[in-house]
């Protein structure tokens, strides 16, 4: 899945039923987030 937003890195997601976690870090990383924030994000 390709995931675009204006004035935003665009991620290449696989579209899998689950992520490597490398995978993960690594597109949490280009989105620009600390593995923190995302989770902070996700719970919320």
Do not use: C, N, W, Y
Not at 3 to 26: F, I, M, N, Q, Y
Not at 28 to 38: E, N, S
Request: net charge positive.
């Amino acid at each position: 899945m390709i995931l675009r937003r204006a004035g935003h890195p665009t991620l290449s997601v696989p579209d899998h039923k689950e992520l490597a976690v490398g995978t993960l870090r690594a597109l949490i990383r280009t989105a620009g987030l600390t593995v923190d924030q995302f989770l902070q994000a996700h719970s919320g």
